[in-house]
């Protein structure tokens, strides 16, 4: 078990461009969850999967979002046509109810869009 | 709508102080807390969750408490240590189902050597 893993880290691409990352959660783990996190705030919900199956989206995920978790293991989340106010660190997080409630995070992907 | 709030932003304090930090709900129908740390730039990581029937957890030395009628919850370290430094960030669930976590704007605390 090695805990949450994204891909890549750290994204500078320019505005109009495509992004896409990556989450592998923990094995086994049903619940994924996207987050936002901008400087000197806390995480905001983006959107969930149970398994395969998406769930749950914010209203913030705009129709540019969008996120897959195609086998129930790990996820994507592309946004198209980037824009400078999308500049921020998309954490991913995956969680399973016999862990007791307790939530795993990744170290995060931080998007700056030039 | 469930809004969380953190007082004080920052903390200074020197090494060996005991301390408290503070988060707040407006809705107090919650089915857990947690408390997070998170170093900069990094992720998060969970220090304690509390159920919604529960009053405090504890660990080592970080103790969490809750008192869902007043929408309080308060993390108290003590004998803090430089390694402390850190962003501490509260978060209230609102039901067992996949509903995400909300979370406040965070503490930043500075423990000087």
């Known amino acids: 078990d090695t805990g949450v893993s994204q891909d890549p880290r750290h994204k500078i691409t320019k505005r109009g461009q495509n992004v896409t990352f990556r989450c592998d959660p923990i094995?086994?783990?049903?619940?994924l969850y996207w987050y936002r996190q901008t400087l000197g705030q806390g995480p905001e919900f983006l959107t969930y999967f149970q398994n395969e199956a998406q769930l749950e989206k914010s209203r913030l995920l705009s129709d540019r979002f969008s996120a897959e978790r195609p086998k129930g293991s790990f996820s994507t989340l592309e946004i198209q046509r980037t824009e400078q106010g999308d500049s921020a660190m998309y954490l991913c997080?995956?969680?399973?109810?016999?862990?007791?409630?307790?939530?795993?995070f990744g170290e995060g992907s931080w998007l700056t869009v030039v | 709508k469930q809004e969380v709030t953190q007082i004080p932003a920052a903390l200074s304090v020197p090494e060996g102080e005991n301390l408290v930090l503070n988060c707040s709900f407006t809705?107090?129908?919650?089915?857990?807390l947690q408390w997070f740390r998170q170093d900069p730039g990094k992720g998060l990581t969970s220090l304690l969750l509390i159920q919604s029937s529960q009053r405090e957890q504890t660990s080592g030395r970080l103790n969490a408490s809750l008192d869902k009628s007043s929408g309080r919850s308060t993390l108290y370290i003590a004998a803090s240590q430089p390694g402390d430094s850190a962003t501490y960030l509260c978060a209230v669930k609102t039901n067992q189902a996949g509903t995400a976590l909300i979370f406040g704007k965070g503490t930043t605390l500075s423990v000087s050597s």
């Open positions: 997080a995956s969680i399973t109810l016999d862990s007791g409630n307790t939530i795993y």
């Open positions: 094995s086994e783990h049903n619940r």
């Open positions: 809705d107090s129908a919650i089915y857990n």
